[in-house]
């Protein structure tokens, strides 16, 4: 276990549709990041959140946004979702934003969109 | 970040040393090497890390070539549980933010 929390585990939800994904990072950590995972494109960042504000990003599209929370937790929505977004989302947390810092991930939220 | 390059898959008999090659050569001297692996799908898992010296710890060891353009990770003892892929990670020490760039990895497979 890491630490991370992550919900819900799965979502099935329709094209069109918006949904939100939660994370909760370890005690302490004050950074959080986003990835995905598809099929055909494996393990991306999508985008970065240290105390409240954004950090780095990566390749996250319009459709998505995110946001840390003053209790540290962090949100991602997704919007007018498309089949494409299937994809297994993931979670970590790390101290701060040293790139010695380990990150720690979240067991991930699997999202189908049917 | 420095390009690292791993082999597609490899196998390892259970209770054999498993050795995972990594080739980093174009790191550059504030550069760590990382290593995590992911079971199945569940969310990948810190192994261990190092800059320029050999690491130990519970579960691995990392073994870095004196020009550190290649890395090798050693799991001790496979055991079935091993069995996952592995990625090898190379980050900037004072990078201010810790974003990990994942390539294909190795996958492992340990056979009984």
């Known amino acids: 276990d890491s630490g991370v929390t992550q919900t819900p585990k799965h979502l099935i939800t329709a094209t069109g549709q918006r949904v939100t994904l939660r994370c909760s990072p370890r005690?302490?950590?004050?950074?959080v990041y986003w990835y995905q995972q598809s099929l055909d494109q494996g393990l991306q960042f999508l985008i970065q959140?240290?105390?409240?504000?954004?950090?780095a990003k990566g390749n996250i599209l319009e459709r998505f946004s995110a946001q840390q929370f003053p209790d540290l937790h962090s949100e991602l929505n997704l919007s007018s979702l498309e089949l494409g977004d299937s994809a297994l989302y993931f979670c970590?947390?790390?101290?701060?934003?040293?790139?010695?810092?380990?990150?720690?991930f979240g067991p991930g939220t699997r999202l189908t969109v049917l | 970040d420095a390009k690292t390059t791993q082999p597609p898959s490899m196998d390892c008999a259970e209770g054999r040393a498993a050795n995972l090659p990594c080739n980093h050569s174009?790191?550059?001297?504030?550069?760590?090497v990382y290593w995590y692996r992911q079971i199945h799908s569940q969310g990948p898992q810190y192994i261990i890390h190092?800059?320029?010296n050999n690491e130990t710890n519970e579960m691995a060891s990392l073994i870095i070539t004196e020009d550190r353009k290649s890395s090798t990770l050693i799991l001790p003892h496979a055991t079935l549980r091993d069995t996952a892929v592995y990625y090898c990670?190379?980050?900037?020490?004072?990078?201010?933010?810790?974003?990990?760039?994942f390539g294909q990895g190795t996958t492992l497979q340990v056979k009984p």
């Open positions: 970590a947390s790390s101290e701060g934003l040293a790139g010695s810092d380990t990150q720690y």
């Open positions: 005690s302490g950590d004050l950074s």
């Open positions: 959140y240290y105390n409240g504000e954004e950090r």
């Open positions: 174009t790191i550059s001297g504030n550069e760590y």
């Open positions: 190092g800059l320029k």
């Open positions: 990670i190379v980050r900037v020490l004072s990078s201010n933010t810790g974003k990990l760039i």
